[in-house]
């Protein structure tokens, strides 16, 4: 299945392991660019405090979520404890029909659930310099005790043995540095044969006029 062939948005998936710096990097990368936008996951967990719904986002009832799922309506769906966490098919596409590059925060196995239904979604993955520094970011939140943050080393490492899924890999040593390296990225499929050929079909027709 590929819904793609008729719109003209990129859409990227960006994966991590906790503590590498995901969300900064793609909130800096939607800030500096115009046309590219975070998808708001929906989810069935209660709304924390500043949390807006349809921002952070959309909150909805399990049933709601089960009847969504039940119509495939979803690109990839998770359950984390009690609570279910999914990326809308609609939501989505109405965005890449609209010309808006569309970037899903999402782990390596919503990832490839994405890439088997849009095989021309761009994967980026992001790691953390070390082990070390991963283990100061994590300990560092001051949220966590020892036991949490050796299981969420673990997870980590579980989560990079999967990089090698992604087309991109980016390394977040230096903020400016992987920043940079996440806008090429951007800059590059924006410069695609099928991305021009859509942007510039009234050049091109008057060239082959």
């Known amino acids: 299945m590929n819904d793609r062939e008729d719109v003209s948005g990129q859409l990227y998936v960006v994966s991590a392991p906790s503590g590498a710096g995901k969300t900064s990097l793609v909130k800096a990368l939607v800030e500096a660019n115009e046309q590219l936008a975070v998808s708001v996951s929906h989810t069935t967990r209660a709304k924390r405090p500043g949390e807006v719904d349809g921002i952070n986002y959309h909150f909805v009832s399990i049933a709601e979520f089960g009847a969504v799922r039940e119509q495939g309506g979803f690109f990839e769906w998770a359950q984390v404890f009690d609570n279910f966490y999914g990326t809308s098919k ?14 899903l ?3 390596w196995q919503g990832a490839a659930q994405v890439k088997q239904q849009m095989p021309d979604a761009v994967a980026i993955f992001i790691l953390p310099p070390s082990t070390a520094a991963l283990r100061e970011r994590l300990t560092g939140r001051g949220q966590d005790d020892s036991n949490v943050i050796e299981r969420r080393m673990q997870s980590a490492r579980d989560e990079i043995s999967h990089f090698g899924e992604a087309d991109y890999v980016v390394l977040n040593d230096r903020f400016e540095t992987a920043l940079n390296d ?3 990225i951007i800059k590059s499929q924006r410069l695609s044969q099928r991305h021009q050929s859509i942007r510039l079909t009234s050049v091109i027709n008057d060239l082959l006029g």
């Open 105 to 107: 925060e999402i782990d």
């Open 90 to 103: 609609q939501g989505v596409l109405e965005q890449l029909n609209q010309g808006i590059d569309v970037i």
């Open 182 to 184: 996440l806008q090429a």
